[in-house]
């Protein structure tokens, strides 16, 4: 059974600060999507990782897959209050059904 | 937005009265799927579909049911609602599994009173 392991669940940061959120696997797989959810709302798609190695950016945030170590980390580069919500990575294994971490809820701090 | 609603947005139902939960998409998607939202767990895949009157269990699957008699709607019944089924379910839907993402619908809030 696959296992996802997300740290820290909860990650209060103060604006400017750089921090990693990890995304921790049990089963082999090639294929990673992180989510972001704010309060109250739906899920929204922020990158999908295809490939060992595959680095993904957009802003602030940058994600990388490394499907040997079984680990994708969510990288956040000068905080600012707007990335406050909880964000989720999602492991889909070869021929089989995705499964989601619980969570990183991270709230920026002025 | 990629198409996809979900019906209700909010309900609030007894105990032993059987729900019924719509996702409709306009975009022809093959793959749905419902999940299931509560604090601490993430999300967990409650059913899926492959296709019409193609579907398959997730690992939370005890006291649903689903059908898909159109490629655009995949519905979710709880067949008698236990206070435990409280929960918010979100609908999702995919394109292909060759790397496509989810699509998520704007979730049902569903409460068993």
């Known amino acids: 059974e696959l296992k996802v392991e997300q740290n820290p669940l909860f990650l209060s940061m103060q604006e400017g600060k750089n921090y990693t959120i990890y995304c921790n696997y049990s089963?082999?797989?090639?294929?990673l999507y992180w989510y972001r959810q704010d309060p109250g709302k739906s899920l929204e798609s922020l990158f999908v990782l295809l490939s060992n190695g595959a680095v993904k950016q957009e802003g602030r945030l940058m994600a990388s897959l490394d499907t040997k170590a079984r680990l994708s980390t969510l990288h956040i580069t000068a905080a600012v209050h707007d990335l406050s919500a909880t964000y989720f990575c999602a492991v889909v294994p070869h021929a089989g059904k995705s499964t989601f971490g619980d969570g990183t809820t991270l709230t920026v701090k002025p | 937005d990629a198409g996809i609603t979900q019906s209700p947005r909010h309900k609030v139902t007894e105990t032993g009265t059987p729900v019924t939960l719509r996702c409709h998409q306009t975009?022809?998607?093959?793959?749905m799927y419902w999940y299931r939202q509560d604090p601490g767990h993430g999300l967990r895949l409650i059913h899926y579909?492959?296709?019409?009157?193609?579907?398959d269990k997730g690992e939370v699957s005890d006291g649903y049911s689903v059908s898909r008699s159109k490629t655009e709607d995949f519905l979710l019944t709880l067949e008698s609602a236990t206070s435990s089924q409280t929960s918010v379910y979100f609908c999702?839907?995919?394109?292909?599994?060759?790397?496509?993402?989810?699509?998520f619908g704007s979730g049902t809030r569903l409460t068993v009173v």
């Open positions: 089963t082999t797989s090639d294929r």
């Open positions: 579909s492959y296709g019409v009157k193609d579907t």
């Open positions: 999702a839907i995919r394109l292909s599994l060759d790397g496509d993402g989810y699509t």
């Open positions: 975009e022809n998607h093959r793959y």
